[in-house]
């Protein structure tokens, strides 16, 4: 129960802005500050510390090449990533195609052992029609296809 009264308490203080007419401002954006009654101005550059400056630029430059790191990793990683992909591709292809193979194999070997079946059938069946006539009865039985 009190889940449910503090999802509705939860859910109006979010619509209460919006159902007010009030403009939402994005946490840290200049509107935003504005509204807090803050702003910000750059001081001139005859009043800025030449320290904090350089520290600042310092800072700056940290951050970029840590930045261009990362970005070089992430490169390296998804380059890696695509590789892999396309080797598991190239190897659930060959997996793929030595399947088929190997159905089409299994049936082929199926087929000529049907064959044999009903060749080794017929020739029995002539073989016993020959003896019961009484003759003399010479012939090879098929040949086995393995």
Do not use: F
């Amino acid at each position: 129960m009190h889940r449910i009264i503090l999802t509705g308490v939860a859910a109006l203080a979010v619509a209460a802005p919006a159902l007010a007419g009030t403009p939402q401002a994005v946490p840290g954006s200049e509107e935003w500050l504005r509204m807090r009654g803050e702003t910000y101005h750059r001081a001139p550059d005859a009043e800025q510390d030449p320290a904090e400056v350089d520290a600042t630029a310092r800072l700056n430059a940290e951050i970029a090449a840590r930045n261009e790191a990362a970005a070089q990793t992430e490169a390296e990683a998804q380059a890696a990533w695509e590789a892999e992909q396309a080797k598991w591709r190239a190897e659930a292809a060959a997996a793929e195609t030595a399947r088929v193979q190997w159905e089409a194999d299994a049936a082929a070997a199926e087929a000529a052992r049907a064959q044999y079946e009903r060749d080794r059938a017929a020739w029995e069946a002539e073989m016993a029609r020959c003896r019961a006539s009484g003759r003399r009865c010479v012939s090879a039985p098929p040949a086995t296809p393995w």
